[in-house]
C-alpha cells in the first residue's frame, strides 16, 4: 500500500513566500508587479486617477516571459477608457530586478503575444489598429537588454494583403534619382525613407491622380508636393515619403525621386 510522506510544511511556505516576491503566476498582479507597472505607466503619462489607475494595474494581463539571469520578465497589458485609445491599448515588458524594475518595451495595440523559443526570451508579435481598413503588425526581439522591432508590416482587413510600414530608399552609387513603385489606394499607401542633407532639394514625379507627402521622421509636420516642382529641405536628417491614392481600389504606380 503506498502511503504520504509527510507535508514538510516549513519548507511549502517559504517557498510561497518567494513565489510571492517574484511574482510567478501568470494572471495575477502581484504587489510587486503592480508597483512597478504603475509607475512604468505614470511615466508614459495618462488620464486616469490614482484610483482608476490602480484598478486598471489589478485587472492587467500578465505573462511571464523568462528570466534573464535571475530576473523576471513579464508582459502586462491593461485596458480602460482612460488609458486607452479607440481600440489599442498599453502593454508593457517588465525586468524585475530585486527592489527595482526596467522597461524592456512600451507599446500600444490590442493585442501583444510571444511565440518562437526564447533566446533567452521570446519574440513578440505586436498587432495595432491603425484605420478601419489597416493594421499594423510588428515583430519584436530582445536584442541588447531592450525588444527592439525587427519587421513591421501594413495588413489589409478586407483581403488579407500585406505591405512594409516604411521602404528605405537606395540612391545607386553616382545617381541623385530612384524608381518607385507599388500599389496605394486612400487610406493604402506606401511610406519611403531616405536621408539628405539641408539644403537639397527633392522632386517627385509620378501620377498626377496621387498624393505625395513630405515629413522629417522627427516631426509629424508634413507638406504636400506636387509632381515635377522641387522643394527645399530646411534641416540634414532622415526625411519621410508618403504616396497615397485615391479611391477603394488600389492601383498601380511608378514615380521618380530625384536630389538635387
Known amino acids: 500500500m503506498n502511503r504520504m510522506r ?12 518567494l513565489s510571492l516576491l ?44 523568462g528570466t534573464i539571469g535571475n530576473s523576471q520578465v513579464i508582459l502586462a497589458g491593461v485596458s480602460g ?16 530586478d530585486g527592489a527595482r524594475s526596467s522597461v524592456l518595451l512600451d507599446t500600444y495595440g490590442y493585442a501583444v503575444a510571444p511565440f518562437g523559443k ?31 522591432a525587427i519587421d513591421t508590416q501594413r495588413v489589409r482587413g478586407d483581403t ?19 524608381t518607385l513603385h507599388g500599389r496605394v489606394s486612400e487610406g493604402w499607401y506606401d ?13 517627385v514625379t509620378g501620377p498626377a491622380a496621387l498624393s505625395y507627402s513630405l515629413s522629417a521622421e522627427s516631426s509629424d509636420k508634413s507638406i504636400e508636393l506636387r509632381p515635377g516642382l522641387a522643394v527645399t529641405l530646411p534641416k540634414s536628417g532622415r526625411y519621410r515619403l508618403l504616396v497615397d491614392g485615391g479611391g477603394d481600389t488600389a492601383q498601380a504606380y511608378r514615380a521618380t525621386i530625384t536630389i538635387h
Open 81 to 96: 477608457s482612460c488609458i486607452c485609445g479607440n481600440v489599442n491599448c498599453p502593454y508593457v515588458v517588465l525586468r524585475l
Open 6 to 17: 509527510p507535508i514538510a510544511w516549513p519548507v511549502i511556505i517559504a517557498f510561497a513566500f
Open 22 to 65: 517574484a511574482g510567478s503566476a501568470d494572471g495575477q498582479t502581484t504587489p510587486r508587479i503592480g508597483l512597478a507597472l504603475t509607475h512604468a505607466l505614470n511615466n508614459d503619462g495618462t488620464g486616469c486617477s490614482p484610483g482608476e489607475l490602480n484598478a486598471i494595474v489589478q485587472k492587467a494581463d500578465i505573462t511571464t516571459l
Open 160 to 178: 488579407g494583403e500585406s505591405k512594409p510600414d516604411t521602404i528605405p530608399i537606395q540612391f545607386a552609387p553616382g545617381t541623385t534619382s530612384a
Open 118 to 148: 526564447e533566446r533567452p526570451l521570446p519574440n513578440l508579435r505586436e498587432v495595432a489598429h491603425d484605420s478601419a481598413l489597416v493594421s499594423v503588425t510588428t515583430i519584436d526581439a530582445y536584442r541588447n537588454g531592450k525588444y527592439v
Open 191 to 203: 511610406q519611403y525613407t531616405f536621408a539628405a542633407a539641408a539644403g537639397q532639394r527633392i522632386t
